[in-house]
């Protein structure tokens, strides 16, 4: 049921996101790679964090302990990890997509920041 809610909760962000009126940067660019849920290469422009959409690493990190205690396992959000980047290799993997930038345009590890 988890998953479910995992898959339509991106479903609709991605959507939404696409209806979005445009107030930033538009870039264009084809998802060449899939880090995870969260996180895909688009050339162009290089590695790109997705807003909106936050998913659990691929290893145990102290960015997740909050799955932790909402009852999520850590094995649990191995398999989201997983389920996550999977649903993003069939989606947009090899597609030409466009990128809304936000307000900053880069975090601290330098990956731009948009919107599907």
């Known amino acids: 049921m988890r998953l ?3 898959i339509l909760c991106l479903s ?3 959507a939404l996101s696409a209806c979005a009126e445009d ?3 538009a870039l264009q660019g084809t998802v060449s790679w899939v880090y995870d849920g969260d996180t895909l290469k688009v050339d162009p422009h290089g590695k790109v964090r997705l807003i909106g959409i936050d998913t659990p690493e691929r290893e145990d990190s102290k960015r997740d302990s909050y799955l932790i205690k909402k009852g999520i ?3 649990r959000q191995r398999a989201i990890y997983q389920q996550a980047k999977t649903f993003n290799i069939k989606q947009v993997k090899g597609h030409q ?3 809304t930038l936000d307000d900053p345009e880069r975090d601290r590890h330098g990956r731009l920041l948009a919107y599907l």
Do not use: F, I
């Open 73 to 75: 396992s850590a094995a």
């Open 23 to 25: 107030s930033g940067s």
């Open 4 to 6: 479910l809610s995992l």
């Open 97 to 99: 997509v466009t990128l």
């Open 12 to 14: 609709v962000t991605l």
